[in-house]
């Protein structure tokens, strides 16, 4: 009996112990989550429209502007998208709408990191995957006198293929 005993106060201790560290390292990782959103990222260059990408990302980062994009792509796919893009964001919402309506999901690949409140100047990407149309949507935080939030967005598009001259 008494091995038992034992047997189930060692297991106690293992399961104890084996708890602390997983707590332990999550306390680590959410200290550093504003620091390395991206944990690995494998593939063809962010910026590369239509290229594959795997991006692993950090489970325990701050999303706040991650919402804030999402959002800011849900609006662009009405019919709004003209104004908003001209009028708030001040980019070309003849390349930029036509490319957003005809994606039905935008997978976020690529986030750049999250820098402290004193650099009024920095700018952060968070780069979409649009796989419909073969192309990545950038879109730009910055400070500005109003605080932080989207500054602007472009549309990365595959070059033209060029079709070889056919004789006269």
């Known amino acids: 009996m008494a091995n038992a005993g034992s047997k189930h106060r060692m297991a106690q201790i293992i399961l104890g112990t084996t708890g602390t560290v997983v707590l332990l390292g999550s306390l680590l990782?959410?200290?550093h989550r504003s620091d390395h959103p991206m944990l690995y990222y494998y593939g063809a260059s962010p910026e590369a429209p239509g290229g594959k990408?795997?991006?692993?990302?950090?489970?325990?980062?701050?999303?706040?502007?991650e919402a804030n994009?999402?959002?800011?792509?849900?609006d662009l796919r009405t019919n709004q998208c003209g104004q908003i893009v001209r009028?708030?964001?001040?980019?070309n919402d003849g390349q930029i709408c036509p490319v957003l309506r005809s994606n039905t999901k935008a997978?976020?690949?690529?986030?750049?990191?999250?820098?402290?409140?004193?650099?009024?100047?920095?700018?952060?990407?968070?780069?979409y995957d649009l796989q419909d149309s073969k192309?990545?949507?950038?879109?730009?935080?910055?400070?500005?006198?109003?605080?932080?939030g989207v500054d602007t967005v472009s549309v990365l598009t595959e070059p033209a293929v060029l079709q070889p001259n056919r004789g006269r």
């Open 53 to 65: 990408a795997v991006p692993i990302l950090n489970p325990l980062r701050n999303r706040k502007d």
């Open 107 to 127: 997978n976020l690949i690529w986030l750049d990191r999250e820098r402290s409140a004193e650099t009024r100047s920095y700018s952060r990407r968070l780069i």
């Open 135 to 148: 192309a990545r949507l950038v879109v730009y935080f910055r400070n500005s006198e109003v605080g932080w």
């Open 87 to 91: 009028e708030r964001l001040r980019a």
């Open 29 to 31: 990782l959410y200290g």
């Open 69 to 74: 994009a999402e959002w800011l792509i849900r």
